[in-house]
């Protein structure tokens, strides 16, 4: 009978002492999963705020070189001439130039329009050109 009690003893120390180990163990191992998530989260949006940061800064210097381009053009001697040949011929070599965008028109202050593709149109009523 003494076997089975020093053998009962030994298995409660030996479970008393995993469990004294393991508690410390799974202990840290939360705390550290805590602040390594907390960490990543942290790194992860300053990275992204980094990224719209440069996309947006990207997004403004495209729409600033096309306004700069659409300016430039609208000083041009051939706008300005009024005649419909060289203005097709003009929107037909920008069209070439700028293949992102889908159509150019010029428009009269008749509200008459002469597009890219070649046609005209009549915007004279529409609201944008009020």
Same mark, same amino acid.
């Given at each position: 009978?003494?076997?089975?009690? =020093? ?19 799974? =202990? *840290? ?51 300005? =001439? ?18 992102? *965008? ?13 597009? =890219? ?14």
């Amino acid at each position: 009978m003494q076997k089975q009690q =020093s053998g009962g003893i030994s298995r409660k120390l030996l479970a008393w002492f995993l469990i004294l180990a393991l508690v410390p163990v799974i =202990s *840290v191992g939360a705390i550290n999963y805590l602040n390594v998530r907390n960490q990543l989260t942290k790194t992860t949006q300053e990275q992204l705020l980094i990224m719209s940061r440069m996309t947006s800064r990207a997004i403004e210097n495209w729409l600033e070189e096309k306004i700069s381009r659409i300016q430039a053009l609208a000083r041009d001697p051939v706008l300005l =001439s009024g005649e419909d040949r060289k203005i097709f011929g003009l929107l037909e070599f920008v069209a070439g130039l700028n293949p992102e *965008v889908e159509m150019f028109f010029f428009a009269g202050p008749d509200g008459k329009a002469l597009l =890219s593709s070649g046609g005209t149109v009549n915007i004279r009523d529409m609201d944008y050109y009020q």
